[in-house]
């Protein structure tokens, strides 16, 4: 509602729909566009004849870890900490941003946040090294726990995101970086956590999914058989621990050494 009122008077339901008309957007977002405009009208009193938009069932493109991970280390330190939480959690923006100091366990590394979209409460886990980034961060800035976690809304995180996405595309000259927008670090997440597990219901309930329709999707979205992987060894616990924490996952055991791969 904020962006429609800055573009045309809120009060003028034929104004708004032409605007809306001509607006260069997919038809999701238009559609978005009408639903809360509608809501709007509800409340002032007005009426409209909303027009409708369709959306195609397209599925996302899910981008390679080492590009998720080159845009979180282009970051400004407190982006590159939510983009981190967001690549392995899976959060919706607008859950990420509306976590609150209690809503993460700062010794375990789990953070319960309320599930948006009607989907059904979870837990999630992060790793050791985001668990720091985030414990430093909150000592930092001295939050309590009734503090929100960040700052801004999801519209702000997703601005901060995009400025320094279409500055990485610039600087490597790698056009592919506009296409990966915020909402597919969540994609990563399901879709690798199928991978790992082949458990579709798990996927489901680690997303927050009312439907298990919804969480289908990420059965067919990479042929893994087709991915490059990049391999480690490890000799001991400790190292394969370190191996596990960051993404690797166990293959087999040659001459004592334990394998390890996780997909470039």
Known sequence: MKFLNSQCNLNDPESVKEFIANYDSASSYKRNLCYAYSHYLKFAGLEWKSPKYYTSNKLPKIPSEQKLNMLISASPQVLALKLSISKETGLRPVELCSLKVRDVDLEKGIIYPSTAKGGSGRTLKISAKTLDMLRVYVSKYDLSLNCKLFKGDSDYYGKLYRNVRNRVSKKLNDPSFKN???????????????????????????????????????????????????????????????????????????DGVKLFRKRK
């Open 180 to 254: 990966i927008r915020l909402y597919d670090f969540r994609h990563y997440f399901a879709t690798m956590t199928y991978h790992k597990t082949k458990d579709i219901l798990y996927v489901k309930q680690k997303m927050g999914h009312k439907k298990i329709e919804t969480t289908l999707l990420y059965t067919q979205l990479i042929d893994f058989n087709d991915e490059e992987f990049t391999v480690r060894a490890a000799k001991s616990v400790d190292e394969a621990s370190k191996l596990i924490e960051s993404g690797f996952e166990y293959v087999t055991e040659m």
